[in-house]
């Protein structure tokens, strides 16, 4: 080509690139979110979210330049207007609005290969359906008789781990917390659902890669994701089975959270089929989102008591107060473990498990607070950064669980402790398996507590969290020591 002929497309291209910026700031109306800062045009904002440290930097990242009473700001990301919101005005108006309830958009296609197109909630983007799936899988979760059996069924679970444990603790060999805890909660889940591992790798593929690479490019990552879907799927599918045929001769005496959803999902639908599908998703949902969170936050939990021994061994004490040394861990008894919820919501605080908060997709024109929020958008509600805000709490970066022994006198949020708290989301959207997450954290970690010190292996060597959208401990070393009983 010409020399210049390749000046006159650079020329025309940095023309182009200019009007774009130009046309991008003046379109604004007044009463629309301001652009976050250094926007680049075509690329848009694209390296913050790139950044190589994470979540926790994209909020401060694109509020630079724009004072406190900015909540929300516009970016683009390769063409596509995203909102980043902060703060617990974000918190309170945006999560708790009704109109903002759909979680992100996936294409048919990417569904269709999860076996999640039009079921279950979270990523059913069908509005009329999700909201009968939501009430669905609320009715599972929220049943007291299931609710009831939860705690005994996962004591029962940790006695039968504790030879294994005692052998560590006897040996001084190191254990990797994380992977512990892992299986742990596996475990836990597998139990509570079934009365009974999770192969399923390709929500995070297909969430992230267009159908045009994965059908076109990345044909054998597409060929191995399907299968280990297939293979996922499969193995619900004659567990649920199963269940579904045990039921037929009678309820059981002992609910677990799969009887729970049959029962509910019969209240919802009517044709046998639906109410399959409906009860395998459910299913599907609760192995894909409970496993992580709780692992995640327990190992976080055992890394800050080997730091803080004083607090362990507080817990230690509430729990022989309710239980003694070795007895049954009762469902009444989670209540009067004070330091213990404290000590799971500071925890949830420090260590954010969605540190970019959670997403939406803005399916309608929406004023919030005077801010007009353009339909077709996706937003990121940047939930670390009220965690962290130091006008909010005192010395942020320190875990300090006597922080949440008492409520304020004007208990407001998702938790009773203000808007800069909601580790499980808040409104429309907020967790629906939160009660169950909370309650197997606190019975597995009651148990340990009272039986265990934690040591870390080698304290000099500083904990590593992987800062992505979802925060997870990386390896980690912990020593198990016996507690004397008194």
Sequence with gaps: MPESNISYLLASAAALAAGVAILGQSRHQANEPPIASNWRPVLGHAHHFLKKNGAMALGPSMFEGHGPDVFVVEASLLGQRVYVARGPKAVKLIMGNSAIRTRILLPDESLDRMESNRIGILFNHDLESWKVNRKCFVESVGRPRFLKGLAPKIDELMSTLVQSLDEIADKGNPVLINEMMNLISMDCIMDVLFTEKRVFDAGEFYGKVPPLLFKTVLRNEDAKHRALSQKYNAYVRELVRAKKAEMENAIPDEMDFATSAFMAAESCFEDPETIFKQVNAIVKETIGGGTDTASNSMAFLVYELA?????????????????????????????????????????????????????????????????????????????????????????????????????????????????????????????????????????????????YRFRLADPKKPLEVKDSLARECGPLEVIFEHRVEA
């Design 307 to 451: 730091r803080h021994q004083e607090i362990a061994d507080v817990i230690c004490e509430e729990v022989i107060a309710v239980a003694g040394w070795n007895g049954p861990i009762r469902h009444e008894m989670l209540n009067q473990l004070p330091m213990l919820e404290a000590a799971l919501l500071e925890v949830s605080r420090i260590y954010t498990l969605f540190a970019a908060g959670t997403t939406r997709h803005i399916t309608e024109d929406v004023l919030i607070d005077g801010v007009l929020l353009k339909k077709d958008s996706m937003m990121f509600l940047v939930i670390g950064m009220a965690h962290w805000d130091a006008s909010y709490w005192e010395n942020p970066s320190e875990f300090d669980p006597t922080r949440f022994l008492e409520k304020p006198a004007k208990s407001e949020g998702p938790h009773g402790f203000g808007w800069n708290l909601s580790p499980f989301g808040y409104g429309v959207r907020k967790c629906p398996g939160q009660e169950l997450a909370l309650l197997e954290m606190k019975v597995v970690m009651a148990n340990l507590c009272r039986r």
